[in-house]
Every structure is written in structure tokens, then in C-alpha cells.
């Protein structure tokens, strides 16, 4: 069983012990070893290569004088500890990125469309940046990309060969900094459409991830896709630090499916930090409010997964005018931007509070260093 933990399912990438896929080994007097391995679906495609390597390792075994392999398939029980198994492993694993790892990291996630996520991301970060904070923003929705213009930044992405990382396209807010990364800033214009599939799109949020020089920032806000694809899978995988904040609207139909998206995020052992209602209510001219869109569905979500509802975002015409126009309505003035300054306060102060490395023993020890060094001692 020892030497069974060197085969390593390829498609789920731990060892076939820890997922409970080696179900028992008996070793005869004449040196023959049995050996019973439950697969995932008896079809797998991958047997054949399981079959190499179980035969490679066991036969190289003092003492052995032949090997012979049973198959058996896992209960549904068992494939779902399996998975788990892999995810955690994932998690604990992940591969080096540029994003520091004192860079508290919200992925801003929907079920669907159309509930204002995008506006939710690019005002949260306006509102932190706002604060004196260094925040990095990800346009991972590649297909539907938007931040550019919701910013009213225009640039295009490039970087020095010296340092050979990609530079993001900076903008000062007050005493904070966004530093943004998009699409939106690779192709010539904004109506350019991406026909990309899965490993295509995961490979352009790898870049994003590992071939951009974001230096120090307290927060990065991601923007993500819709649903639960390739891209959310994929991040979840690079960024396991990554903690999660679930865009709905009012409306039953949106909480149902962004239910999803939240276990989805469990699944892959990320922390859901809270639910944003978004188009709450609207608020008209003479102060009243109306529900247009019902009532409650940010709560009963927030009850359903387990986590506080962090704001409701009124209706507000302001909103889409200053994504039109480039002018974040955080920034403003009115119902909405007070509900983001709200929203960025309850972030900064309870749901996610940035990395206090002051008192960190690395962080001393590089500062007396540098003191040290600084003196020429």
C-alpha cells in the first residue's frame, strides 16, 4: 500500500491510497500480488495508464513474482469523498502566483447575467482605493469584459523585457491606487468578440494570474464570469486563498441559482464572505422606495448558504450613468454610493479585513535587514 501512494490519478492528481481507490492488497506465498483497484466509472479512460503504473511500481518489490489486478467501481459515496479528497488537496497545493500572499483576494460571483456584478466590483474596488487602499482589479469575465469602460481607463497592457511580466494599467483614486487588468485592454476595440473555449479562457486567466507584475496591494477584486465554468473552476484552483462575495438581485429566480455559485465555492474550499443585493429597491425623487424587483431575495440567500448579508444596493440611475461615463458612482454622491461606502466599510473593518503584516516576525526580520544592509553592516 506503501509504495501504491506513487501512482497518482492523473485526472484528479492525488495518489490512489488517499482516494480511497486502492481497496485492498494480498500477497500470496508464491510472491503473486493481488490487487484491487476501484476506479471513478468502470469506463475510465484512464485505466490503462492506472494499470502501468500499479504493475511498475508493485513489480519492483523485493519478493514479487507476478502482479494481478481486479477492478471494482466507487459508490456514489465514496467517488464524492474522493473528489472532496482531490479539491482539498488542490487547495493546499496551488501553483505560484504574482498575486502577493498577504493580498486579501474577492472573487465577486453571480449564478447569471444581468444582476450587476461587474458594477458591484468596479465600485467596492473604487470605494476601497477611496480609503487609501492598493487594490487590484481582474476582468476575468473574458467573454463579457467591461471594467475598462466602467473605470474610463483606455491604455493597453505591455510590460519591460527586463522585468518580463505584464504591467496593469494603473489609476490614482485620492491616496489609493486600482491597478486593472482586462481584455479589454488587449483587443483593438471594445466590440471585438472572443469565440474562446475552456482551456483557451483558462489559460488567459493563468497570465493573469502568473504573468502580471502586481506588486503589493491590500485587496484584489475579480470580477468573474457568470455561473459556474471553466474559469471559476480554474481560479478557484490557482487562488485558494481566494474568499467569495455572491451578486443577486431581489428576485427568487437570481437567489435560486446563485445558490450554485456559492457551493460551488464551498466545493473548492473557498470561504463565502457574504451576499451583495443588488437593484434592492428604488429610491425616487421625492425619497420613496419601491421594490420593483420583490424583496428578500439577498437575505433568503444569505440564510441559505450561511453567510451575512453584507448590502443592499438601491436601484439608482446613477449607477449605470457613471458606468457608462467611466465615473464610479462610489465616488458621488446619493443612495447608492452611500450603500458601496457602507458596503467597503463593512468589508475593511468585519467580512474581510486586509493583511495586518506589522507585527509579522517576517516582515521584522526583513526590516532589520534592510536596516542592516542600509548601514553597510
Request: one cysteine or more.
Amino acid at each position: 500500500m506503501g509504495v501504491l501512494r506513487g501512482v497518482i490519478d492523473p485526472e484528479l492528481g492525488t495518489d490512489i491510497v488517499e482516494l480511497g481507490m486502492a481497496r485492498s492488497v494480498a500477497i500470496a506465498d508464491d510472491g503473486q500480488v493481488n490487487v484491487t483497484i476501484a476506479l471513478t466509472t468502470s469506463g475510465c479512460p484512464l485505466r490503462a495508464q492506472i494499470q502501468r503504473e500499479v504493475r511498475a511500481r508493485v513489480s519492483g518489490l523485493p519478493g514479487v513474482s507476478s502482479v494481478h489486478l481486479s477492478w471494482e467501481e466507487l459508490t456514489p459515496e465514496e467517488k464524492s469523498k474522493a473528489m472532496a479528497r482531490a479539491r482539498l488537496n488542490v487547495s493546499k497545493n496551488a501553483p505560484d502566483t504574482e498575486v502577493p500572499t498577504t493580498t486579501r483576494i474577492l472573487m465577486v460571483a453571480s449564478g447569471k447575467g444581468g444582476v450587476g456584478k461587474s458594477s458591484v466590483t468596479v465600485n467596492l474596488s473604487a470605494a476601497l482605493a477611496r480609503r487609501g487602499f492598493t487594490v487590484g482589479v481582474m476582468d476575468a469575465d473574458i467573454w463579457g469584459f467591461s471594467i475598462p469602460r466602467m473605470l474610463g481607463i483606455e491604455g493597453r497592457l505591455g510590460g519591460s523585457p527586463e522585468v518580463g511580466k505584464i504591467e496593469p494599467i494603473e489609476m490614482q483614486i485620492g491616496e489609493g491606487l486600482l491597478k486593472v487588468v482586462s481584455m479589454g485592454f488587449l483587443v483593438d476595440n471594445e466590440e471585438s468578440a472572443l469565440m474562446w473555449r475552456g482551456l483557451i479562457l483558462n489559460r488567459a486567466v493563468q497570465h493573469f494570474c502568473e504573468d502580471v507584475a502586481w506588486g503589493p496591494m491590500d485587496y484584489l477584486i475579480i470580477d468573474m464570469p457568470p455561473g459556474t465554468g471553466d474559469v471559476q473552476m480554474g481560479l478557484a484552483k490557482m487562488l485558494p486563498q481566494a474568499e467569495m462575495v455572491v451578486v443577486t438581485t431581489p428576485a427568487l429566480a437570481a437567489q435560486k441559482v446563485a445558490v450554485r455559485v456559492a457551493n460551488m465555492g464551498r466545493a473548492n474550499y473557498l470561504r463565502i464572505v457574504g451576499v451583495v443585493e443588488n437593484m434592492s429597491t428604488y429610491v425616487a425623487p421625492d425619497g420613496s422606495r419601491h421594490d420593483l424587483f420583490g424583496a428578500g431575495g439577498g437575505e433568503s440567500l444569505a440564510n441559505e448558504v450561511g453567510a451575512p448579508l453584507l448590502a443592499n444596493i438601491p436601484l439608482d440611475g446613477a449607477v449605470a450613468g457613471g458606468g457608462d461615463t467611466g465615473q464610479p458612482v462610489a465616488l458621488g454622491e446619493g443612495p447608492a454610493s452611500d450603500a458601496y461606502q457602507a458596503l467597503a466599510d463593512r468589508i475593511v473593518n468585519e467580512a474581510a479585513p486586509p493583511v495586518d503584516m506589522a507585527g509579522c516576525s517576517a516582515r521584522l526580520l526583513a526590516a532589520a535587514e534592510d536596516a542592516l544592509e542600509a548601514s553597510g553592516t
